[in-house]
């Protein structure tokens, strides 16, 4: 009798053929003892790289003292971190914090704060959050159904909630020309002509990352674009939800890419970097008005079980020490900006290479069969998923992103911490596999 295969992990069947044993800095170890660079943190998580012994330390600290509290009550692991986050990174007018265990569940509450804040104002019917067609916000059935990432929600679309989208500014692939001087207006004018057309008494809020993760790696906005939208939308009392999961806590050279745009959301919504991978956290922070109103119209606004665990808000509060005692995020610029500039030179000619874009560690290569069309690949290719197997041969991890249409880019986003010869290597290896596949 034929044995049944066992497929151990992960649930659907991989070929990467590949175990890790164990990480340390930006260098992941495999079972079979090579040395890999992860030049993306996992999933652009690891802004202070792997196995630092203080956060160690800390998250055992923290389950002796407290292993389990319900989430609404104070400790002294949630107080670190409620301190940490309001004195040195949050935005002042965001006073509100609201933990829970990754950035789907953020912006989850996020959306539920938006949508029971309209409520509260006797505006129920205000109830539609605008995305983008380009976007990713999670996987929860919600965050699936909303975000413009359909290679996420196949299989789902007859159940998932069907967006309402705006475009997302794309100067490589603007309708009117690739970087046309008029690019911004042209996304201004989408903006309001959808809100025209669905009518703004129907929309809570635009959720939106303020630059793209890797749903399109790495995609920047044309310049003025963000500031002039946020005053469109709030002459038409529409809330402004950033969703910097991926952005925030230092990744693109700021403490979140609002700043660099000059946005003030109503509601921001963090991940990823705010616990450097050492803990299962996201925040959804908002305004004080926001959170008046909806307890003054007496709406729950209900914890997940495993939010603000101890152990995982002592490690966030840990890591953000970390990342501003060691002056991290002032290396994310000047690291950004050579890899780019390295790139450029290296492939930025390569025939299959459209674009090489990002800023400070979010970095974004989009390739494409035809460079003057701007013609992707077929699908079948599957060029980022080889490209990113062949970079593990060439001993670096590349981030496969993007999405149907624009399904091949390669994301980096390596460790704040990478020193010159991690430089090197990610543009080496990413050059050496680009070729073979191209060349394939
Ligand atoms: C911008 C953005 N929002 C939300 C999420 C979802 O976060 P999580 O996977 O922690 O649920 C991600 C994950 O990649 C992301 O990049």
Redesign the pocket.
Known sequence: MKEMELVKWPFLKQTWGIEFERSEGSYLYTKDGRKILDAAGG?IVSNIGYGREEVADTIAKAVKNNSYILPPFLTPEREALLDELREHWLPPHLTRIHLSS????A?ESAVKLAIQYQSSRGKAEKNIILTRNLS????TLNMSGISGHVARKRGLESYVPKPTTIETPYPLRCPIGSFHPEAKEYYLDNLRKTLKKIGPENIAALLM?PIN??SGGAITPPDGYWIEAQEILRENDILLIA?E??TGFGRVGSDFASNLYGLEPDILIA??GMGGGYAAI?GTYSTDKIADSIQAAGYEVMFHTFAALPQSCAASAEVLRILREENLCERVNPLGDQILQKLNSEIGQHPNIAEIRGKGLLIGIEIVEDKSSLTPFDESEKITSRIMQQGLEEGVFLYPGGTGEYRDIICIGPAFTIGDDEVDLIVKATKAALTTVTQN
């Open positions: 999933a990754g950035g789907s569940e912006n990713y916000h999670g996987t990352e993760g890797s969703d999961v991926m991940g990823k996201g």
